[in-house]
């Protein structure tokens, strides 16, 4: 004889009911949506300056990042976006063997600049990396003088045999980094005694005076003011013009002002590449809308 209280069995029967309509994909953690090495939008440049394809990080066992395939196109702006720990950072730094310090990281993939493996044997890292210069999350200038942090790097590198050549360069270098006036009548000050804001576009200058086809920047402005990133975000505009830069930012309002196209990073997959107006205003993949509209991250 069924003993079961009708009241328990009547609510038992529409719980089941009600689970039975709950979407699978609802269910899913996050992640599962997510199909490995394949990415939304428009991954491919018609001009690259780097080509990437099914590349691979790990740290020991834990995968970092996840076949990613990009191009980065010549004198274009990308921005990286995504949740912290993400790969963003992880992934910047591939593109001038920043990881190589790091004993348990091992990439796989390719990864071509101008159709140059990168990581050949016989690569010159030295040479890359002037190449391809970076600007870190702080300011970082070396404990001397405004001339000589920019002037360390075309000296170490041959690049000027008088001093003369040196001044030019150093002058070149302050006045693209929107510099010079505010720092001429004072080069042999301490760079450590500037503003931040000055320090972080010193260092930009030390990184374009060496000639680089490429500056990678990851979260230039999170230690600055408003004001100051203001004025790195319309530097970046201006060197738009001669440079290929690859910016990691947390801030999509940054990505949204200065960017051509934007990607989105998840969980180490390169989920959505497009043109930066479109991933902001119409974002193809559910994961990019939701942290666009704040729903994670």
């Not at 029967?13 to 609802?26: F, Y």
Request: hydrophobic share 35%; net charge negative; proline share 4%.
């Amino acid at each position: 004889m069924n003993t079961m209280n009708p009241g328990i069995s009547a609510e038992a029967d529409a719980r089941h009911k009600s689970d039975a309509v709950i979407p699978v994909a609802e269910e899913k953690p996050e992640d599962t949506v997510i199909e490995e090495g394949k990415t939304v939008g428009k991954a491919f440049a018609d001009n690259p300056k780097y080509k990437l394809r099914h590349v691979d990080v790990s740290y020991g066992d834990d995968r970092a990042i996840k076949n990613i395939s990009l191009d980065i196109g010549r004198n274009e702006v990308i921005s990286f976006i995504g949740p912290s720990g993400c790969g963003k950072s992880t992934f910047l730094r591939c593109l001038n063997r920043m990881n190589d310090s790091i004993e348990s990281c091992r990439i796989t993939g390719q990864l071509l600049l101008d159709d140059e493996d990168i990581y050949a044997s016989k690569k010159d890292v030295v040479e890359l990396r002037a190449r391809v210069g970076m600007v870190f999350q702080k300011p970082n200038p070396f404990p001397k003088s405004i001339y000589d942090n920019v002037a360390y790097g075309p000296k170490i590198h041959g690049l000027a045999n008088r001093k003369a050549e040196l001044d030019d360069i150093v002058e070149n270098s302050l006045r693209k980094a929107g510099l010079w006036n505010e720092v001429k009548d004072r080069l042999d000050a301490n760079a450590t005694g500037m503003s931040g804001g000055q320090q972080q576009r010193l260092c930009i200058a030390r990184a374009i005076a060496v000639s680089p086809e490429v500056i990678l920047m990851d979260e230039p402005c999170s230690a600055l003011d408003p004001i100051a990133t203001a004025r790195i975000e319309e530097l970046i505009s201006e060197m738009s013009k001669s440079y290929t830069i690859v910016i990691v930012t947390h801030s999509m309002q940054q990505a949204a002002r200065v960017s051509h196209r934007t990607a989105y990073f998840h969980l180490g997959h390169l989920v959505e590449v497009n043109e930066t107006n479109k991933v902001f205003t119409s974002p193809q993949h559910d994961l990019t809308e939701s942290y666009i509209t704040g729903r994670f991250g």
